[in-house]
């Protein structure tokens, strides 16, 4: 079987709050599946607890990915395994460039990996750096400017994918990485992660708009609703949800349980 990230039955409280109420979804390496659901749904909720945020208790449920339960580990150990994601809101800092910031980061994970590893010598990193920010369309100066320090919302969307590409996580999980992109940026980022698409990535797409998804065309399209995923399709799921709105998938919700 290839490899996949699969989530089994996860409920998930927030400040005593109940807000995931059993997600199941699996994402095989290899393919991008999207998530779409109004606000306050739970799919950021979904997307920091993968990461492991302290603020998120599990109550119930596993996520694997290579063989491990990955709710088990710290985040570091999960973004080493190969898991990333791209913050809806990213922190800035300041003090920190891009080009350090990452270059600590990829440190990090190769040592993570293989402890003898003495890290990637410096002509390797620059010539790296300057490839995936050419890959991105990014001016080469960014590298020297402080993380996310003073960044308009594109520039930070788009220091989210160079990490992501310089990093080649296997499971991506890019939350709300469209809002704020004029359509230049937008057509950017999508042709960033549409490169590093392949046999050995899987990603997570989490939505509101069908727009981004003409440019990251999804193999699987998701609706999350209450803390469940409520409904799952193919890319068209995501244009009659453009064209229909939730209404019907309630409706339809509340239609099953007068059936159960
Ligand atoms: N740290 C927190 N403290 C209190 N409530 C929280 C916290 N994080 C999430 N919640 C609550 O959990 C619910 C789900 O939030 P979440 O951010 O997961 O929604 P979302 O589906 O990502 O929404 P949006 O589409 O607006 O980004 C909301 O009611 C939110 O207020
Ligand atoms: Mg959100």
Same mark, same amino acid.
């Given at each position: 079987m290839t490899d996949a990230l699969v989530i089994r039955n996860l409920r998930v409280r927030v400040e005593g709050k109940e807000i995931l109420k059993g997600v199941n979804l699996t994402l095989p390496k290899g393919e991008v599946h999207a998530i779409m659901g109004p606000n306050g749904t739970g799919k950021s909720t979904l997307a920091y607890t993968l990461m492991g945020h302290p603020g998120y208790e599990v109550v119930e449920g596993e996520v694997w990915f290579k063989g491990q339960n990955i709710l088990e580990l710290e985040p570091d150990e999960r973004a080493h395994l190969g898991i990333f994601l791209a913050f809806q809101y990213p922190?800035?800092?300041?003090?920190v460039t891009v080009a350090n910031f990452l270059r600590t980061a990829l440190?990090?994970? /190769? /040592?993570? !990996?293989d402890p003898e590893d003495k890290g990637i010598p410096i002509?390797?990193?620059?010539? $790296? $750096?300057? %490839?995936? &920010?050419?890959? $991105?369309?990014?001016?080469?100066?960014?590298?020297?400017?402080?993380?996310?320090?003073?960044f308009s919302g594109g520039e930070k969307k /788009?220091? %989210?994918?160079?990490? &992501?590409?310089?990093?080649?996580? %296997?499971?991506a999980i890019l939350d709300e990485t469209d809002s704020g992109l004029d359509i230049d940026a937008l057509r950017i980022v999508a042709q960033g992660v549409n490169a590093l698409r392949g046999p050995n990535l899987g990603v997570l797409v989490i939505t509101h708009y069908q727009r981004i998804l003409n440019y990251i065309q =999804?193999?699987?399209?998701?609706?999350? &609703?209450?803390? !469940?995923?409520? %409904?799952?399709?193919? =890319?068209? $799921?995501?244009?009659h949800l453009e064209e229909k709105g939730y209404s019907w998938v309630r409706e339809k919700l509340e239609g099953d349980s007068v059936l159960a």
């Open positions: 922190v800035a800092i300041p003090g440190n990090a994970q /190769r /040592r993570a !990996r002509a390797e990193f620059r010539k $790296l $750096l300057k %490839e995936k &920010m050419a890959l $991105l369309n990014m001016d080469p100066s960014f590298g020297g400017r402080y993380l996310n320090d003073g /788009r220091a %989210e994918i160079l990490q &992501m590409a310089v990093l080649q996580p %296997e499971i =999804p193999d699987v399209v998701h609706v999350m &609703m209450d803390g !469940r995923i409520v %409904e799952t399709g193919g =890319p068209d $799921l995501a244009l």
